[in-house]
């Protein structure tokens, strides 16, 4: 097998396959919208799906006429097990983290995004490149305190939709991304920040670095080789601010990019890739956005309130409940009626026939393509002819017999018997002698000479109609000159 080159081998390079005990362990999840959102919103929903990969459905399409009650159903065979949906009302936008199939459903409120376009044009240097989704991000979560059952609740929500990582088995080259939440107190809103990991080694001046890449640097603008490692202008001003003991860790491992060895320092950078986004905790509720609600952040409820709520709720849970009841009760009903009739017609045409309708050893058999003999043993009357045609009741098995028709009889008829050689037996025309094409001057064809095909202009003459100049078809237009006529010849026998 050849090779593959250029866009073909960066295509399969970006698709590679995945560890099949891995893909079903990990949470999977669909991300899409309700209603319509509007250009930017919808952008936002699909750097959303490019966040979640590999493990989410980057294709998903979805109508207008889809409820929520088809991604469940779907959900279920492809193993997703949490929903992200974008809304869109007249004051605010809000974004739904459900998990699927019992809930909960906890809904947040977006005060402030930012698209990945967005960021990666305000970066001088972004570090965006395609293998890094292909596998799943780092998930850190801050400030959420366990003392607000709420924040707990949603901060397990958010734990649980990516996968777990295993420290004894974790490969560092495989942590390329990292996704943070940061809940701030104060403002009681969280901040989501989607950031690419890069590694470098600390220690090392910039030129020092640009000799470990493949490109060879100029050295033609110095006088030796050690002004180019001590020249103090080749360290920019935000490589000095980066690296510090804060971000500087050993290596436990080996690390794919240039320079990164064990047991070495290297410094940990993170740039952020986009999106961004400002949440506020709404609403947390049971089930799939129809169950109890469980913290509302602006409506506060008495507990009469909330038990006449639970009330309506359990109420329309037990008329569905029996509803459905009586309708698996009317299914088994019918069923019955239908195999009691059934066993009544057996008995009635076995009694008929002089049968026993109790003995279990006689049976009835017909043949189902054969529609004139099931009317036959059902009614006992032979079938008029006009209920099944002759190509239905013809054949065994009521199979079509195949059309055939003789030609041997077709002829051109003529009106009248005054043509030699035709007599009338029984009040058709019959002709004694075969037909000769030649005898009324007819081609083999049987297309008469001359006749008459259209009418044209001879000479110069005014344009028609159409617009034609000189020559041309005659259609109402003035026309001088000559019209040639074209009669039908006859022969000489004909006159």
Known sequence: MARKKGKARKAARKNLPVNEDEFKKAPHTFVFHRGVIGKNLLQLMLDMRRVMEPYTAATLRSRRKNVLKDFVSVAGPLGVSHFISFSRSDANINMRIMRVPRGP??????????????????????????????????????????????????ATLLQNMFPSINVHKVQLSDIRRCVLFNYDPETKLIEFRHYSIKVVPAGMSKSTKKLMQNKVPNLG???????????????????????????????PQAMASRGNMITQKSAIRLVEIGPRMKLQLVKIEEGLCQGEVIFHQFVSKTQDEVAAARNVRRKKKQLKENRKKNQDADIERKEQEKAAHRAKCVAGMLKKKGMDPTSKNETVTYEDDDDTEYYRKEVGEEPDPELFPQHQRGGPGGKRKPFKRDFSSSRKKFKGSSKPGTEEKGGKASTSKPFSPDKWNMKSTGRPKGRVMNKRTVGKGKPG???????????????????????????????
């Open 105 to 154: 459903t906890v809904t947040f409120r977006m005060r402030q995004y930012c698209l990945t376009k967005d960021i990666q044009s305000s970066l001088k240097k972004p570090n965006m490149y395609a293998r890094q989704f292909q596998q799943h991000p780092l998930l850190v979560l801050n400030n959420f305190s366990k003392d607000q059952p709420e924040l707990k609740l949603a």
């Open 221 to 251: 603008r110095y006088q030796d080789v050690s002004d180019f490692f001590l020249n103090a202008g080749q360290l920019s001003e935000s490589e000095a601010e980066l690296d510090g003991e804060h971000n500087e860790v050993t290596l």
């Open 465 to 495: 109609m159409q617009g034609s100049k000189g020559k041309g078809n005659v259609h109402g237009g003035k026309g001088k000159g000559q019209v040639a006529k074209f009669k039908f010849k006859m022969s000489k026998s004909k006159r």
